[in-house]
Nanobody, 121 residues
């Protein structure tokens, strides 16, 4: 199976920066698209950014120009660099990955446990 572990969340002042990381571990055959979602209290879980297996990226309009998604293929890790943070960016951020475990080689979808990001003065 594939496990995802996120890190890097925390409390930051408006205008500040944070860098989230999500490392995939386990017996992995291949990793395809990697994504970041976020969910604020009372809201649905929304897609923030995606990076494909070919490293093509896409962003929600609300974060374009402020957030950057990247991946380290050798480390099976995806990052989200968040700059110029706003209070409305406050949410639990979840890593989401399409991956194939070595044992099945069948592509499945996996979620991390989430990491809290709070933007407040």
């Amino acid at each position: 199976q594939v496990q995802l572990v996120e890190s890097g969340g925390g409390l930051v002042q408006p205008g500040g920066s944070l860098r989230l990381s999500c490392a995939a571990s386990g017996s992995i055959f291949s990793i395809y698209a990697m994504r970041w979602y976020r969910q604020a209290p009372g809201n649905q879980r929304d897609l923030v950014a995606v990076i494909t297996g070919g490293s093509i990226t896409g962003y929600a309009d609300s974060v374009k120009g402020r957030f950057t998604i990247s991946r380290d293929i050798a480390k099976n890790t995806v990052y989200l660099q968040m700059n110029s943070l706003k209070p409305e960016d406050t949410a639990v951020y979840y890593c989401n990955v399409d991956a194939a475990p070595l044992i099945t080689r069948i592509r499945s979808n996996y979620w991390g446990q989430g990491t809290q990001v709070t933007v407040s003065s």
